[in-house]
């Protein structure tokens, strides 16, 4: 049986789907036009974003895997959710100055990405339970194959979805290269600095501004 976005499952995974992946584009673009780089924890977020949108590419591209598909989701929203809560606790104690980027609606993204990681879980325990076996035949082929035989819908979200993949992994290069994400506070991109100040050692403190 062919997937079709009339099927509630199939839109709302590939609604989904779409979302994860625009929510780390948003963040990207604030990382832009604001220039703030993310931090450790900001990037280990945006990464449990994408690999939450991972398991709803499997869902829609392997639809008779739904099982496994749900669980990496499940799991991502988890991690998503703990690596968030953990950074709202660093940033209310006393000697806090104010959290870490630019608030939105009175709020830090990491405290709005506690909620979203929240109702990750609860979309996927519930998706789970309503996802039945005989909507998910399986169709053959290879990914591409698979791929190509989706509705434009789903064949555009999978694109988009690919694409911030793409563009969020190269942000965190450009910015951190092989050496570990560094805490709030970054100032310059280590790619950038290398290219400037060839040559040169480029130490956290240089990265850090200071």
Sequence with gaps: MKQTTSDPVVFLNTAALFGSALLVGMAFSMQILLAELPCALCNLQRLEFLLFGSG????LLYPERYGSGYLVSGISAIVGACTAITQVFIHILPTDEGG???????FH???????????????VLTLQSVH????????GGTG??????QPRMIKTTIAFYIFIAIVASSSAFVANGFGPFLEGGQQKYWLIEVIKQPG????????MGR
Aim: with cysteine; aromatic share 16%.
């Design 132 to 139: 039945k076996p005989s909507v998910v035949e399986a169709v």
């Design 56 to 59: 709803l590419f499997i869902v």
């Design 100 to 106: 870490v980027g630019s608030p939105v609606l009175g």
């Design 109 to 123: 993204l990491y405290a709005w990405c506690f909620v979203l990681f929240i109702l990750a879980i609860a979309y």
């Design 200 to 207: 040169t050692e480029i130490t956290k403190d240089v990265l």
């Design 144 to 149: 591409w194959q698979r791929f190509r035989r």
